[in-house]
């Protein structure tokens, strides 16, 4: 309960769960989570992405959403090029 009432870390768990649904579209990557459990049921989360593709963060947002039930989410989204895609896998 310490946890909960301190915001305590979410865990690597949701953390690769996150990472699985951001690249499920096969041209985005993960740079960054940080994933932290509010309150008893609820988890907020903070994510850097690269993305090949012209998605928008809210996209990331609503995907997340989805499939995490993620409420409290912050995405921060990088374009880049295929190329730069490929240097940074």
Known sequence: TGAILLDG???E??????????????????IDIH?????SAETAANVSLT?????TAEEYRARLHQSLNLNHLSVEVHPVT???QSEQA
Do not use: H, L, P
Request: charged share 30%; with cysteine.
């Open 9 to 11: 870390n979410a865990g």
């Open 13 to 30: 768990d949701i953390c690769k769960k996150i990472q699985k649904a951001v690249e499920s579209d096969n041209d985005s990557r993960v």
């Open 35 to 39: 994933a932290w459990r509010i309150g």
């Open 51 to 55: 993305t090949a593709g012209n998605r």
């Open 82 to 84: 295929w190329n730069q």
